[in-house]
């Protein structure tokens, strides 16, 4: 018997997902599921909340939690809506699980052990009002291409444009809005 392991982009703990998530990630892989499973495949359906990284940090600041009860109870709702809309995970779990850590763990120790993995060092923009420094998606100013006024410093949402930081005009701050 074939067996599939099938899984989709992991959504962010942060923020209750909408329609357009559920269409664009999550249905496409359920649905996947479902058909192989119809077929007689043996089927592992598995999906979690990525709990790590600046998002889930600003978002459980702004809710004044820490982040560790933030993404507890963010993980609750999702897992609820999913639930709701019928999607058929045969696991549900979290970046932040222990199995999770020991696992990436294990990949980044092979990787290192087969001197796949070096040090750089790279810039990153620090913002003197925040006292932090900013990711590029924390940087807002306006598209050189476009204009348009609320592009990040990844990506321009006005004209689609990939950007790095450097290239907005008047850049500022996305947590403070303070000039950078
Ligand atoms: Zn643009």
Redesign the pocket.
Known sequence: MTRYLITSAIPYVNGVKHLGNLVGSLLPADVHARFRRQTGAEVLFICATDEHGTPTELSAAAAGQDVGAFCAQQHAIQADIYRRFGLSFDHFGRSSSPQNHALTQHFYRRLDAAGLIEERDVEQVWSPADNRFLPDRYILGT?P??R?EA?RGDQ?D??G?LLDPPELLTPRSAISAAAI
Do not use: I, L
Request: some cysteine.
């Open positions: 598209c291409h476009c348009y592009a321009c006005g004209c444009a």
